[in-house]
């Protein structure tokens, strides 16, 4: 039996959240070359995957962050995923702006948190971590305790890592980045010698250049 890691990259990748075209780079809005692209929110189109995610988020918060009072989705990819687990659980649910709204009561935080509370993170992608984190300095400043947080993927950037070590934030993902290596050459979607390509990238993404 398949690992979800590697199950749910596969979905992930049938679906065209997760597009691999290492011989044709994207551009990231960073300006980085990529030859990745994640688009999460796609999984909400499709019942399966998307009941998937909610189970598996579900399961993981049980198992790992017992105590969470309430889940928090980092907007704007996760706030419907973590909606859905928040919901699966009974739990109280927030959502985290990227920035404040820029009128009426310009919150950053939408919903209501009780500070003391012991909240969990729900983000869809981690890449260097940054907005991720930023999130979580929002949810603490609230006065609330951040007892951890789940990812549906991460490139698991060297950056990332470093990050979340920092801040003191265990971070959890249903799948990742080498999984999806591994999925998308058993399935064909690259050829074995992109493999090489892929992780390359991935040890330095600012300054990777595509070879010609």
């Known amino acids: 039996m398949k690992q979800l890691a590697q199950l749910l990259a596969e ?30 929110r796609k999984t909400l189109s499709y019942p399966e995957i998307r009941n998937i995610i909610k189970v598996e988020l579900s399961r993981l918060i049980v198992e790992n962050f017992g105590d969470a009072e309430a889940v928090a989705g980092v907007a704007t990819g996760a706030i419907a995923a973590g909606a859905l687990a928040a919901d699966n659980l009974g739990l109280p649910y927030v959502y985290v702006r990227s920035t404040p709204k820029d009128h009426g009561l310009e919150n950053l935080i939408e919903g209501n948190l009780k500070p003391g509370q012991k909240v969990v993170v729900i983000e869809d992608l981690v ?86």
């Open 127 to 212: 890449s260097t971590g940054k907005s991720s984190l930023k999130a979580v300095e929002a949810i603490r400043n609230a006065g609330c305790e951040v007892v951890g947080m789940l990812a549906i993927f991460t490139y698991g950037f060297p950056v990332a890592e470093e990050r979340f070590n920092e801040a003191g934030v265990k971070l959890i993902t249903l799948t990742n980045y080498n999984a999806m290596i591994e999925a998308a050459i058993e399935i064909g979607a690259i050829r074995p010698d992109d493999e090489e390509t892929l992780k390359e990238w991935r040890q330095d993404p600012e300054n990777w250049t595509p070879n010609k």
């Open 11 to 40: 979905k992930l990748l049938g679906i065209k959240a997760v597009k691999l075209q290492p011989l044709n780079p994207f551009t990231w809005a960073s300006g980085w070359n990529s030859p990745i692209y994640t688009d999460n």
